[in-house]
Nanobody, 121 residues
Framework: QVQLVESGGGLVQAGGSLRLSCAASGSTFRINAMGWFRQVPGKQRELVAF???????RYADPVKGRFTISREPSKNTVYLQMNSLKSEDTAVYYC???????????????WGQGTQVTVSS
């Protein structure tokens, strides 16, 4: 099993920034990609961004140019730097990890507990 522990959510004003962190532990040999999803009540969980261990990165269109995903391999940690936040970015953000086999989408088998991000307008 792979355990994911997130941190960094909170309340921020529109236009502000937050950085989320997610540390993986356990059977990390099972994963070659990590990413972030978000979910608001009544809607499906949606992919925000992901990074592969080979260096590939993809972003969802609504966050392109504002969010940056990065990875610190020595710490098995992935970060999501969120700038120019908007009220529509308000959601619970989930760290996700798993095996990436190619393509434009990613959804791994392992999930964090979620962290709330609230952007006030």
């Amino acid at each position: 099993q792979v355990q994911l522990v997130e941190s960094g959510g909170g309340l921020v004003q529109a236009g502000g920034s937050l950085r989320l962190s997610c540390a993986a532990s356990g059977s990390t040999f099972r994963i070659n990609a990590m990413g972030w999803f978000r979910q608001v009540p009544g809607k499906q969980r949606e992919l925000v961004a992901f990074v592969t261990y080979g260096g590939g990165i993809r972003y969802a269109d609504p966050v392109k140019g504002r969010f940056t995903i990065s990875r610190e391999p020595s710490k098995n940690t992935v970060y999501l730097q969120m700038n120019s936040l908007k009220s529509e970015d308000t959601a619970v953000y989930y760290c996700n990890a798993g095996y990436y086999s190619g393509g434009v989408a990613f959804k791994g088998d392992y999930w964090g507990q979620g962290t709330q991000v609230t952007v006030s307008s």
